[in-house]
């Protein structure tokens, strides 16, 4: 099977075709380098992703803190990890690089927040 | 039940005219109005003029009405303190045919009373506005431009300072008689009303209101008008309203009129429609729109485009034969207690007091009215900061902080004046209704900046919960609740 | 009348940028005038990663890329007034300015730098037929209400416009739980990056129909459906092919405008390719002394490259407030084949300067050539290239001459 991506890892945004049966690349081309080569093989057996959103602050001078996690996690687990990230709520004052949930479901990431909310 | 002795139907100019009129006399007066503002349907759905009254029959109402509203005006703009601009008209025309017809309405403008129309060459024409086309053209002087939802807000806010009440989100959806003479009005979930007068301004719904109230027959035929707002960078190329010469219908087909604030009109078009409250406008309408606009108006460009609307004139025509009918103002000794307004369109922004003052006429003929000593026809309205030189400017901000945050950076409005307009003396709260009242998101960006503010605002003074904030029309909720964490934000 | 050395007008990334590296070239008196009520620009509502890989090496958020900006200029002790609105400037660069703490200011500038960012296309712009209903926003305000008002603004969503915003938004809605039912592109291809049609869409089974556009809108209070139709190769609706979409909210993501009313009052001229002033490869523009840079230029794609150029200005900037001048531009920098706009549009041909440049249409395996006269100035191969990457490429001066207008283009 031949499928082409687009690599997310750096700017180049290289078109890369993959020539794959299930979780068996047989070649890739288009990479500018081998990190290309690594993400297409990642995206066919396991597609990982960071996401960002928002957790709830109380006593802020502002409702919401952004978040996103410190690491890639299995696709399939987004949701999981949203509803994880939803349940919580910080008390102010929230710093860039607070953790708001250590080892997200396990998964060897954290969830840190990204924006400063003072105490009002 | 709450207990009147006039309640007026409808809270559009001509009914909020009626209100301020009637609060001269010691009488309990109510509007019931079924949307959450004032001048929501036509009133607000125009074209801004103060029309001079050459185009109307000699003798009728329109012609009356329009003629002495037109001449008071300056007096009007001050008392209420309206932005109001005399600024004449041009009507152009190009071929012989054109020439007759102006002529012709010269002519029905001077029996009508209208002063000082004549017809000009196309050098008078350079002098007064080089971009109009023609070859030659009436100059009526009297002509003007005004803003129809500041007019409209600052007679409701008069006649609410002089002791009207108004009820909104308040639809009447029933009628009784009671053996005294009493009315009594049902409503859509605001309970009942008691008066000893009706007075049926419901516009687009008066044939259906005047039936309610024990009236049949009256025929109303709604007729769309579609119009683009263009930038205030092609209202500075339109100086006065320039239209072309009237049709044979006695009606003018789309023009390009600049606004008392300085964007620019084009439209509207004409199309008879059944639902006159369906505001969609449509792409061929547009396109005409484009077409026609780009003969009057040389900068009719899409890059001015700031966005359009639709309104629906309601034309009172005869069932028999179709034809367009004046205004109808009446009372009748067989259904006592209703004055009935059925089909006041253009010139009614015009002719809203003048109608007012003759609905007094019937009420007093059939009642005495005690004049109040201490009515005040002066309202005051926002200070707009925009208006303001930079001298003046300093002088707002140095007074009140609030005037030195800007919330709407396209029309420069400041937090003093969207305050101001939220606590508005009729208790409005929707986004429409603050934006009407200030100007704010009427810009190029059409609140891209201010909305996020204006919503917050709406919020924290009035304490609107968050999927109760409400664009304009009742049941216009912008959002569906928080993102995170239920309730609070 | 207050004089200051530098007014900054917009305390986004480019403002910050612009800043730090004015003083680290020795101009002391900066002022950052900023409307909001904390730095940061748009920025701060950009909550997604992506920032920074090429500045930080990392992949930041909005808000961290602006706070390490935030940081310095603090520690630099740059004076930035928040809560600040900008009236009016001038040519002769004075600046009118009002703020509820300062009240109403007017100040006099050596060099004033535009860095004001810009606005989205408004569904009155598009003139999309049907009512005016609640439920319809541009991406960048329904961003801002969920990010940082904590407002959601609808369950169900049809985007029109595949802008990057658009697809980031698409993303955002439906990790908060709205089902996004689809994104609506009139071009023939989409018009953000290849990586947000993939984490935004694609991870979500949102689908991307191109060759697509809202026809008309629908529902009197609040939107009940959108009409969709296919379009032609010059954008005109299909008749036959339209389809109704029940949703209660439309996001457009149509357009970005640098927002240039000031630059106008100041009397700088602007280009109708980017709708950013003219600017030379100093970043001033018509006006003396007055320089733009960031999305009020040009709309960006990356915020590293905003940086890059603010750094750029301040640069030239620091020269001009030293000096009193900076050399002249006579030659002209122009667009080409399959060039949508370059910036600089004017050079001296005795500098070095950073071309940056957009194609019109996704290309692939093309020529980038930028010629003056018979010389050629620079020629790289392109894999591809597309409208939604702006390129920018460094020219050294000593492949320029003086004598001849240069012209970039791509085949």
Redesign the interface.
């Known amino acids: 099977m031949k499928r082409v991506?687009?690599?997310?890892v750096?700017?180049n945004?290289?078109?890369i075709e993959a020539d794959y049966e299930g979780a068996d690349v047989r070649a890739v081309t288009?990479n500018l380098c081998p990190k290309g080569r690594d993400y297409v093989v990642q995206e066919l057996v396991d597609p990982r992703?960071?996401?960002?959103?928002?957790?709830?602050v109380t006593g802020g001078d502002?409702?919401?803190a952004?978040?996103?996690l410190t690491g890639a996690i299995p696709?399939a687990r987004?949701?999981d990890a949203?509803r994880a990230i939803?349940a919580r709520?910080l008390a102010a004052p929230a710093a860039?690089g607070d953790v708001v949930i250590h080892d997200l479901m396990g998964l060897g990431c954290d969830v840190i927040v990204?924006?400063?909310v003072p105490k009002v | 039940m709450r207990n009147y002795d006039i309640i007026i139907i409808g809270g559009g100019v001509v009914g909020s005219a009626i209100a301020r009129e009637l609060t001269r006399f010691r009488l309990s007066v109510a509007v019931l109005e079924r949307e959450g503002d004032v001048c929501t349907q036509t009133s607000g759905r125009n074209t801004g003029m103060l029309h001079a009254g050459f185009l109307y029959k000699p003798g009728s109402l329109k012609a009356e009405c329009c003629v002495e509203g037109n001449r008071e005006f300056d007096r009007v703009a001050r008392e209420l303190d309206v932005p109001f601009k005399r600024t004449g008209k041009l009507i152009v025309g190009f071929t012989e045919a054109h020439r007759r017809r102006l002529e012709y309405f010269i002519e029905r403008g001077r029996t009508n009373g209208v002063e000082g129309m004549e017809l000009i060459d196309r050098a008078r024409m350079d002098e007064i506005d080089p971009s109009a086309g023609g070859n030659f053209a009436i100059y009526c002087p009297t002509s003007g431009i005004l803003d129809p939802f500041i007019y409209t807000v600052a007679l409701a806010e008069n006649a609410v300072r002089n002791g009207a009440r108004y009820h909104l989100y308040t639809e009447v959806t029933g009628h009784e008689k009671q053996d005294d003479g009493t009315h009594v009005l049902h409503t859509l979930g605001k309970g009942d009303f008691a008066c000893r007068w009706v007075i049926n301004s419901a516009g687009l719904r008066s044939a259906k209101v005047s039936e309610m109230l024990g009236i049949p027959g009256h025929v109303l035929q709604p007729v769309k008008g579609e119009y683009f707002v263009l930038d205030k960078k092609a209202g500075a190329f339109a100086r006065i309203p320039v239209y072309p010469a009237p049709t044979d219908r006695f009606t003018f087909d789309t023009h390009a009129t600049p606004t008392v604030d300085g964007n620019v009109l084009v439209g509207p078009n004409s199309v008879n429609v059944d639902d006159g409250e369906d505001y969609g406008v449509s792409q061929a309408g547009m396109d005409g729109l484009q077409e026609s606009g780009e003969r009057m108006f040389r900068h009719m460009k899409r890059e001015y485009y700031i966005r359009t609307f639709a309104g629906a004139r309601p034309k009172r025509v005869d069932p028999a034969t179709g034809e367009i009918q004046d205004f109808l103002i009446e009372t009748r000794d067989d259904v006592p207690g209703v004055v009935n307004l059925v089909g006041i369109e253009s010139p009614g922004l015009t002719s809203a007091l003048p109608i007012a003052r003759r609905v007094v006429k019937l009420l007093k003929e059939r009642e005495r009215l005690e004049v109040k000593a201490d009515f005040n026809p002066v309202r005051k309205g926002i200070v707009r900061f925009s208006d303001k030189s930079r001298e003046e400017q300093a002088r707002l901000v140095a007074e009140n902080p609030g005037y030195g945050e800007i919330i709407c950076r396209c029309e420069t409005v400041t937090r003093a004046e969207i305050l101001a307009a939220i606590h508005n003396p009729l208790g409005v709260n929707t986004v429409n209704g603050i934006k009407v009242r200030t100007r704010a998101s009427m810009g190029r960006c059409q609140g891209g900046y201010c909305e996020t503010r204006i919503t917050a605002m709406i919020r924290e003074e009035l304490g609107v919960a968050i999927d109760a904030v409400e664009l304009g029309p009742k049941g216009s909720r912008m959002f569906t609740g928080t993102v995170k964490g239920g309730a609070g934000a | 009348m207050t004089h200051r050395q530098a007014i900054i007008i917009g305390g986004g990334p480019a403002g910050l940028a612009a800043a730090l590296r004015l003083k680290e070239r020795g101009v002391d008196d900066i002022l950052i005038l900023e409307r909001e009520h904390r730095l940061g620009g748009i920025l701060r509502q950009c909550i997604h990663d992506g920032f920074g890989l090429t500045r930080f090496g990392e992949s930041l958020s909005g808000p961290e890329y602006a706070q390490r900006f935030i940081d310095r200029v603090e520690a630099a002790g740059i004076e930035a007034i928040t809560d600040c609105t900008v009236l009016d400037i001038t040519p002769d660069k004075t600046v009118t300015a009002v703020s509820r703490v300062h009240g109403f200011m007017q100040l006099e500038a050596d060099a004033v730098i535009l860095t004001m960012g810009c606005r989205e296309r408004t569904r009155g712009a598009l003139a999309t037929p049907g009512t005016r209903p609640a439920g319809i926003y541009t991406a960048g305000v329904a961003q801002s209400y969920i990010n940082l008002q904590n407002i959601m603004v609808g369950r169900e969503a049809v985007i029109l416009g595949s802008g990057d915003i658009g697809l980031i938004m698409a993303r955002r809605m439906t990790l908060e739980g709205a089902h996004v039912k689809g994104v609506y592109e009139v071009q023939p291809y989409p018009s953000g990056l290849p990586r947000n049609i993939e984490q935004c869409l694609n991870d979500y089974d949102i689908p991307l129909h191109l060759s697509h556009t809202v026809v008309e809108i629908r529902g009197r209070e609040r939107l009940t459906s959108v009409v969709v139709a296919r379009c032609d190769g010059r954008f005109r609706p299909i008749p036959g092919t339209e389809e109704e979409i029940p949703c209660d909210t439309l996001i457009l993501s149509v357009g970005l405008i640098p927002e240039n009313e000031l630059s106008l009052a100041a009397r700088v001229e602007l280009d109708p390719r980017t709708r950013g002033a003219f600017v030379d490869e100093h970043l001033q523009t018509g006006v003396p002394g007055i320089f733009a840079a960031g999305n009020v230029l040009h709309v960006h794609d990356l915020v590293d490259f905003v940086s890059l150029e603010a750094e750029a200005l301040a640069d030239s900037a620091a020269e001009y407030l030293k000096g009193g001048g900076l050399p002249a531009c006579g030659l002209e920098v122009k667009a080409g084949a399959n060039v949508g706009h370059v910036i600089p549009q004017k050079i001296s041909g005795t500098r070095d300067f950073t071309l940056s440049l957009r194609v019109r249409s996704p290309l692939k395996d093309v020529r980038l050539t930028v010629r003056q006269g018979d010389n050629t100035v620079l020629s790289k191969k392109l894999r591809k290239a597309l409208p939604a990457e702006m390129l920018q490429l460094a020219i050294r001066a000593e492949k320029l001459s003086r004598d001849a207008d240069v012209e970039v283009s791509v085949e």
């Open positions: 991506f687009t690599c997310v750096c700017p945004g290289c078109e288009g992703r960071t996401i960002a959103t928002s957790v709830r502002q409702p919401l952004s978040v996103r696709k987004i949701f949203m939803n709520t860039i990204t924006r400063n």
